[in-house]
């Protein structure tokens, strides 16, 4: 079975494909490839590790994805991203630092972002919960209709 981060890294790179982005590893990586290119474990400057993901669009650094294992909470981990945006090699901030109008323009208030990231939390966990009721409720069918089975086809002592 994969480990939560491989797991989490491969939802991610599902949901990227999913909305147009090219992701690809940075030996291979072409920012130009696609409108919205996402680059996995991208070095950051030394002593700062990796980004899990950096993001770029037309082929300008746009923004970092630091992937959580699942039922993390995603409030807390901003001064992560921030970090990691903070620390990219000085040829990328250079040449890619998102410019802050597309920020302004794509990006809701701060405050909202935090009312968001709650909601999302909120609605993971009933998806959550409801996943283990159903799961729950399948066992219990199984179950029911191996009884069934059994009672149709072996009889039932009297």
């Not at 294992?69 to 991203?81: H, I, N």
């Not at 939390?121 to 159903?134: F, G, N, P, T, Y």
């Not at 069918?141 to 072996?154: M, N, T």
Request: one cysteine or more.
């Amino acid at each position: 079975m994969a480990q939560p981060e491989q797991q989490a890294q491969e939802e991610i790179d599902r949901l990227l494909v999913a909305a147009g982005w090219r992701v690809c590893d940075l030996a291979k990586a072409n920012i130009h490839a696609a409108r919205g290119v996402a680059i996995r474990e991208f070095p950051l400057e030394s002593g700062f590790g990796c980004a899990d993901y950096l993001l770029y669009v037309d082929g300008k650094a746009a923004g970092v994805i630091e992937a959580k294992k699942q039922g993390a909470t995603l409030t807390g981990v901003e001064s992560q991203r921030v970090r990691a945006e903070d620390h990219l090699p000085q040829h990328r901030r250079q040449s890619g630092k998102p410019d802050p109008r597309l920020s302004q323009q794509l990006l809701p208030p701060l405050a909202e972002q935090h009312r968001i990231v709650a909601e999302v939390d909120r609605l993971l966990s009933i998806a959550r919960e409801a996943k283990a009721e159903v799961d729950t409720n399948l066992k219990r069918a199984q179950s029911l209709r191996q009884a069934i089975l059994s009672k149709a086809f072996c009889g039932v002592p009297q």
